[in-house]
């Protein structure tokens, strides 16, 4: 039995806890917020994140940060992505040298862009920083619907120290030593799910979301490799895996804001509806710039930023993205 201690009370930092408890271990969560502990402590269920989705008595929840760092054997990072620097900046003092920290978040920082492990370590350079991403909506792992993931890490030990941790038979995880590869498709995936909502908003069909899902992910692993992920990731469950999910599943708040754009609304008004963080809106600048700083082409993020800050309409960015010059698909084999 591990001690486990998880930074964010939201569907996913829920949904972690309630796998990590059904595999024996103890398990403290912390939220910011007062108010939410105490409806979680209280009603033992996040009726509007997880409804219907029951927690057990013994599960602690706490606004005490310490508490839920300090003497764990590893501790999970699940406050959205804007969040994790600010709050990996408030654990550091209660951080020991070696404790493994697990990022399960997605996405990269306009600013500096930087992923959130590299934030993480930046912020707690004596923590043992991994990650853990692919294809896993809370709602499905909260009611233990069969799911696959992968954890990466800077050492092999490290990474199947916390496979074991994670892994049971609706839960099945696989290592990997690509941080940096799985950060970029779980971040860059989400931009892509924006403009597959955006064609649904507008009443398009399968053929545009397959368009969409299969030049999306070239665009993501075109860059992901220019910056040293391996090509591998971007085919796997962190990369073609996490975009199908995405792209297609009513789960996907990130796909549901891109259809309420699609239908007209403002990126504000979408996402005040969706209700919760839409991590493709600031995943899309830093994309955008990443392009432009290793000088690749990414037609279609490029599109969802002028969207959704250049007031651009979807329309037309479909249109401008059919009517661009025509290409080969690939080069990979030569003409006779």
Not at 198 to 214: E, P, Q, R, S, V
Not at 242 to 250: K, Q
Not at 260 to 289: I, R
């Amino acid at each position: 039995m591990a001690k486990v201690g998880i930074m964010g009370a939201g569907s996913w930092g829920t949904a972690l806890s309630l796998l990590l408890y059904s595999n024996g271990h103890e398990v403290t969560v912390w939220s910011i917020s007062g108010e939410e502990v105490e409806m979680l402590s209280r009603e033992r269920e996040h009726k509007s994140k997880l409804p219907g989705v029951k927690i057990p008595e013994d599960m602690r929840f706490t606004t005490d940060m310490e508490e839920t760092v300090r003497g764990k054997d590893f501790v999970i990072l699940a406050v959205p992505s804007t969040f994790t620097r600010s709050t990996a900046k408030k654990m550091s003092p209660f951080v020991e040298k070696g404790q493994i920290l697990v990022n399960v978040a997605k996405g990269i920082e306009e600013t500096t862009l930087m992923t959130l492990s590299e934030q993480i370590e930046e912020e707690i350079p004596q923590a043992d920083v991994a990650v853990l991403s692919g294809p896993s909506h809370a709602e499905e792992v909260g009611r233990k619907l069969p799911t696959s993931v992968v954890v990466g890490a800077r050492t092999k030990e490290t990474a199947e120290y916390l496979q074991k941790m994670f892994m049971n038979e609706v839960f099945r995880v696989y290592t990997s030593p690509d941080i940096l590869g799985m950060e970029l498709g779980g971040s860059l995936k989400n931009v892509i799910a924006l403009a597959a909502g955006m064609a649904d908003g507008l009443g398009y069909g399968d053929n545009t979301k397959a368009a969409l899902i299969t030049r999306g992910i070239h665009e993501i692993a075109k860059l992901g490799v220019k910056m040293g992920g391996a090509k591998e990731s971007f085919m796997g469950l962190t990369g073609i895996g996490d975009l199908i999910v995405t792209c297609a599943s009513v789960h996907s708040r990130n796909r549901k804001a891109g259809y309420l754009m699609g239908q007209g609304k403002t990126m504000q008004e979408a996402m005040d509806e969706v209700k919760m963080v839409v991590e493709g809106v600031y995943s899309t600048k830093a994309a955008v710039a990443l392009g432009k700083k290793y000088g690749v082409d990414l037609p279609i993020i490029e599109q969802v930023n002028a969207i959704l800050f250049e007031g651009k309409n979807a329309k037309e960015a479909v249109y401008d993205l059919m009517m661009r010059e025509g290409k080969a698909e690939h080069n990979a084999k030569p003409w006779n």
